[in-house]
């Protein structure tokens, strides 16, 4: 149980262009989901915090016109990368924490977006 | 500062040995603490949690809080080349719920056969 997709697993994009992340939990309901990004040999950085029906919260930094997060299921959230850059490119992981459950958080595969 | 210190490493450790992975937090509000290893290209998966000072063990694995050093660890005993990965520290301000984690940077470890 407790398993988290992402969709697609790797993307390469033009510059320019917007590209959509899929997470769904898939035995699960998750009232909230976070995004993270990883850059090579760093850590995971938190990007926004996503719940279901309402506005994502963002992290200090994190530009929220570029990134567009859409949570409109408790099973679903969508991360747009709009206009997306070379600098764009990195590591895209989602994890979902169930609707009730107590702390702990399922990560998704990750999705390697490049842009070039 | 960083909010979650880890030594990069790499930390080499013969295979069988003891391998040790230490982590400072700045945030004395933190209350959670998890280790997470993560695989080359893969996302991270969990190993401990930890929420009182002292130790906690689950079979090979050993963490250790101090919270008023500020100072979580992470002990494998008898390492195995599979343990070889990347060992991220998260902390938390809150014990239970959706909970916004913020990670070090990780160290990377390598158990030589």
């Known amino acids: 149980g407790a398993v988290v997709s992402q969709h697609p697993s790797r993307v390469i994009c033009k510059s320019g262009t917007s590209v959509k992340i899929e997470c769904r939990s898939l035995?699960?309901?998750?009232?909230?989901m976070f995004w993270y990004r990883q850059f090579p040999k760093q850590s995971l950085m938190l990007m926004a915090t996503?719940?279901?029906?309402?506005?994502?919260?963002?992290e200090q930094g994190v530009e929220k016109d570029k990134f567009l997060i859409n949570h409109a299921s408790l099973t679903l959230s969508t991360l747009t990368v709009t206009s997306a850059h070379p600098e764009d490119s990195s590591f895209y992981i989602c994890?979902?924490?169930?609707?009730?459950?107590?702390?702990?958080?399922?990560f998704g595969p990750g999705t390697r977006l490049t842009v070039t | 500062q960083k909010e979650v210190e880890q030594n990069s490493g790499p930390l080499s450790v013969p295979e069988g040995a003891i391998a040790s992975l230490n982590c400072t937090y700045s945030?004395?509000?933190?209350?959670?603490f998890f280790w997470y290893r993560q695989y080359s290209g893969k996302s991270p998966e969990l190993i401990m949690f930890?929420?009182?000072?002292g130790d906690k063990e689950d079979g090979r694995f050993t963490a250790q809080l101090n919270k008023a050093s500020q100072y979580v660890s992470l002990l494998i005993r008898d390492s195995q080349p599979s343990d070889s990965a990347t060992y991220l520290c998260?902390?938390?301000?809150?014990?239970?719920?959706?909970?916004?984690?913020?990670f070090g940077q990780g160290t990377r470890l390598t158990i030589n056969p």
């Open positions: 035995d699960f309901q998750a009232t909230t």
């Open positions: 930890i929420y009182s000072n």
């Open positions: 998260a902390v938390s301000p809150i014990i239970q719920g959706a909970q916004k984690l913020v």
């Open positions: 996503s719940n279901e029906g309402s506005k994502a919260t963002y």
């Open positions: 994890s979902a924490h169930q609707t009730g459950g107590d702390f702990e958080q399922y």
């Open positions: 945030d004395r509000g933190s209350q959670s």
